[in-house]
């Protein structure tokens, strides 16, 4: 996923906002998430997501509710959605 952080106007600022949508979004949903992408930007981020499951509806359900979250996330604009369910 990739998104804009329009508030940030440094590196830290960054941190701040990713770590607490990391924490809530991980705290909510049982997942795993990275920055995985503009690590060096510092009103953009890459983030990767993984949710495990032997169901892929349940995948798509949360990955739909996540999506969901960020795009409700005050402190982002979700710009980009890439999807891979194997």
């Known amino acids: 996923m990739l998104l804009e952080i329009p508030s940030a106007f440094s590196l830290k600022e960054k ?3 990713l770590n607490s949508l990391k924490t809530k979004l991980k705290n909510k949903f049982n997942i795993s998430i990275a920055e995985v992408g503009q690590k060096d930007i510092w009103n ?3 983030l990767g997501v993984a949710v495990i499951s032997d169901d ?3 995948c798509n359900e949360q990955l739909g509710k996540v999506v969901e979250f ?3 996330f005050p402190e ?3 710009l980009e959605i890439n999807q891979e369910i194997l």
Do not use: G, H, Y
């Open 76 to 78: 982002v604009v979700l």
């Open 56 to 58: 892929s509806s349940f």
């Open 44 to 46: 953009r981020a890459e």
């Open 70 to 72: 960020i795009d409700n």
């Open 15 to 17: 941190r701040r906002v």
